[in-house]
């Protein structure tokens, strides 16, 4: 076989190609172009109706009264304050009424007033519950006969069912468990009040 034999343009059944020739258009059969206008314009349709623009509507204007993009006033793009995205953790987490209590625990002096809170101290809270520690028996009795007051308080500074009761400790005395004044057997029972 030569060079010459495989650059004919005859198919190998020999036959030649009638339309050897001829524009590309006219070997192919194209889709009129008015068909493939209708088309696209069939699909522009069905996209518009998916996103709610009806024919004859009215594209949506701006109002004068919104802020241009990039203006200088707030809008969605804009940085939060540290402030604000610590408010929004802490009430999307649940955590508004620990920290409200927290923030009672820290102002305690100013929520209770000097003369109880130089003897009582807030220890823990915890299900609603605030234990708060006396430094002797009296102060002890005495805030017990106080808690009612001192709940219509909270209730006043972080709201209503957060703190429920108020559980009032007396002093924690010196244990004779161990060390050198430990005793066998059952030890002291009314010594310390």
């Not at 009264?65 to 987490?93: C, N, Q, W």
């Not at 429920?164 to 161990?178: A, I, M, N, Q, T």
Request: charged share 30%.
């Amino acid at each position: 076989m030569s060079a010459d034999d495989t650059s004919t343009s005859q198919p190998r059944s020999g036959v030649p190609d009638p339309t050897e020739g001829l524009p590309v258009g006219e070997r192919v059969e194209l889709t009129p172009p008015a068909e493939v206008a209708r088309a696209a314009l069939d699909r522009a349709k069905v996209a518009a109706a998916g996103r709610g623009i009806r024919p004859g509507q009215q594209p949506r204007r701006r109002s004068p009264l919104e802020p241009l993009r990039g203006s200088p006033g707030k809008d969605g793009r804009d940085p939060r304050l540290v402030a604000d995205t610590l408010a929004a953790l802490v009430r999307d987490r649940g955590w508004t009424a620990d920290v409200s209590v927290g923030g009672v625990i820290g102002r305690w002096r100013e929520v209770v007033g000097d003369q109880v809170a130089d003897h009582c101290t807030p220890e823990t809270f915890d299900d609603g519950i605030l234990l708060v520690r006396t430094d002797s028996t009296s102060w002890a009795t005495n805030l017990r006969l106080l808690v009612p007051a001192l709940l219509r308080r909270l209730t006043d500074d972080v709201g209503e069912d957060v703190v429920r009761e108020v559980r009032v400790l007396g002093p924690v005395g010196p244990g004779f468990k161990r060390g050198p004044r430990s005793v066998p057997g059952r030890g002291p029972r009314d010594t310390f009040g």
